[in-house]
């Protein structure tokens, strides 16, 4: 069976509302809790462990969750970075293969998508992960520190990178198990099996899976959310 882990720690500087993007109500619930519910009803998950804003519910399961909630939830304090909050859930979550892991700030994330990530490691013996993405339709282009472009890149290979990434346990160990300057580094966790040299493969996501970084996102996430019908769950 698989474990997920929620990593939720970060503080929303970009967004800018004061408080941790986690709590920041969309939809008539904390951001976070649209992503407990998404997991909560995916099959297959055992147990959640969900990285929590250290200084507001770390280390306690977070208040109004039964707890005789199935699959269990475990609460956890995040660590400086993204990574380490993914290590600290992962040490807690117990036993379980593979892992999910998947960010708070996608709020959009459907179980149907995260049995659809897992389905394609399960299909795919030679892969260390199956990350979700989505094509991207803008042109990207590099730009130097002067502001001039120095290249532009090829579209129909560049790929959006989501969340949920699912992981075979013994792949994600290894990859976290790197020093914390290392894993500062990364944006995501499938990065750090890439750079080892591992294989991730990707599975196609709606763009409506959107990131909250920005205010414009959770506007955007409000009337998507809006036209799905309100809370379940
Ligand atoms: N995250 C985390 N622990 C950290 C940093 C980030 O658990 N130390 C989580 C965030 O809660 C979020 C996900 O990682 O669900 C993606 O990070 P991001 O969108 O950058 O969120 P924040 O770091 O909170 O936002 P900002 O960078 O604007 O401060
Ligand atoms: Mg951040």
Do not use: C
């Not at 660590?79 to 709020?107: K, N, W």
């Not at 944006?187 to 996501?205: C, F, H, K, P, S």
């Amino acid at each position: 069976m698989a474990v997920a882990l929620i990593v939720a720690a970060g503080s929303g500087e970009r967004l800018g509302a004061g408080q941790p993007k986690a709590f920041v109500e969309l939809g008539g619930r904390d951001l976070y809790r649209w992503s407990v519910s998404a997991l909560q009803t995916t099959a297959g998950i055992e147990r959640i462990a969900i990285a929590m804003p250290q200084d507001v519910e770390g280390g306690k399961v977070p208040s109004g969750f039964a707890v005789t909630a199935l699959p269990e939830i475990i609460g956890v304090p995040g660590g400086a970075t993204r990574s380490e909050s993914v290590r600290h859930a992962l040490e807690a979550v117990g036993p379980g293969d593979p892992v999910v892991v998947h960010d708070a700030a996608r709020p959009l994330v459907t179980s149907d998508l995260v049995e659809r990530v897992i389905a394609a490691l399960e299909g795919e013996p030679a892969a260390d992960a199956a990350i979700a993405a989505a094509p991207v339709t803008d042109t990207v282009k590099r730009v130097d520190g002067a502001g001039a472009v120095t290249e532009t890149l090829e579209r129909s290979e560049l790929w959006a990178v989501q969340t949920p990434q699912v992981f075979r346990r013994a792949a994600l160990e290894r990859a976290l198990d790197v020093p914390a300057a290392e894993l500062a580094r990364a944006t995501d966790d499938a990065w750090l099996i890439e750079r080892a040299g591992g294989r991730v493969i990707v599975v196609r996501a709606s763009e409506e899976n959107l990131k909250v970084t920005i205010p414009f996102d959770l506007r955007v996430a409000e009337l998507l959310l809006a036209m799905r019908g309100g809370p379940h769950g």
